[in-house]
């Protein structure tokens, strides 16, 4: 099993461009959550989807947008890139049912919006 | 709102000496607290949560809910233990996580 798995590791994108991430969770997962990580800062929750829908949303604006397939991976959109929008992403996946709900991470990708 | 504070940024230690990295916490409810640790050029993962009640790598945290505090400690800092350290909650039972800045360890030989 390789785990949560996220793609891609680097991106550069210019100011107003749009973002498209992509993350695969560890076998037997359904849930899936990401999260942004600004430098020198703990991540921060953007939203969580189960079921293909979104279950619990942060303090993001409705440029942050994701999806869930069937398979539960998972998309995080974010639209009119701004320079703050500069972080690592960090995908988690869980199985929301479990008696274990232990989250694991990916390794994430590294936004760079110039 | 949920918070998790971690007052001090960067830490260092000698091998052989204790480390305590604090973890306090401001939430209405029941939260589960966790500690993660990242690992230089690796990702993110559990080291130990307040449930489980156990020993992971030497390390131990008890949760006090009188004083809303998670501290991580570890009698015997080892090399290997140098890392980035985050105290982290959850609420309503679904791994919604809320993180605290986190702490970076640095262990001296």
């Known amino acids: 099993d390789a785990g949560v798995t996220q793609s891609p590791t680097h991106l550069i994108k210019t100011r107003g461009q749009q973002v498209t991430l992509r993350c695969s969770p560890k076998?037997?997962?359904?849930?899936v959550s990401w999260y942004q990580q600004a430098l020198g800062q703990g991540p921060q929750f953007i939203f969580q989807y189960y079921e293909e829908e979104e279950r619990q949303r942060g303090n993001f604006p409705d440029r942050f947008s994701g999806h869930q397939f069937p398979n539960y991976s998972s998309e995080l959109n974010v639209n009119a890139l701004l320079l703050g929008d500069s972080a690592l992403y960090l995908c988690a996946s869980s199985f929301l049912r479990g008696l274990d709900t232990e989250a694991f991470f990916g390794q994430g990708t590294r936004l760079t919006v110039v | 709102a949920q918070r998790v504070t971690q007052p001090e940024k960067l830490l260092s230690v000698f091998k052989g000496a204790p480390v305590e990295l604090k973890c306090n916490y401001s939430y209405s409810g029941s939260p589960e607290l966790f500690w993660y640790v990242q690992y230089s050029r690796q990702r993110l993962q559990l080291l130990l949560r307040?449930?489980s009640r156990e020993s992971i790598k030497g390390f131990t945290a008890d949760l006090n809910k009188g004083e809303t505090s998670f501290h991580l400690k570890k009698p015997f800092a080892q090399e290997e233990d140098s890392a980035m350290y985050y105290c982290a909650l959850s609420y309503y039972g679904n791994n919604r996580l809320a993180f605290g800045k986190g702490n970076q360890v640095v262990v001296i030989p």
């Open positions: 076998s037997g997962h359904d849930t």
């Open positions: 307040h449930i």
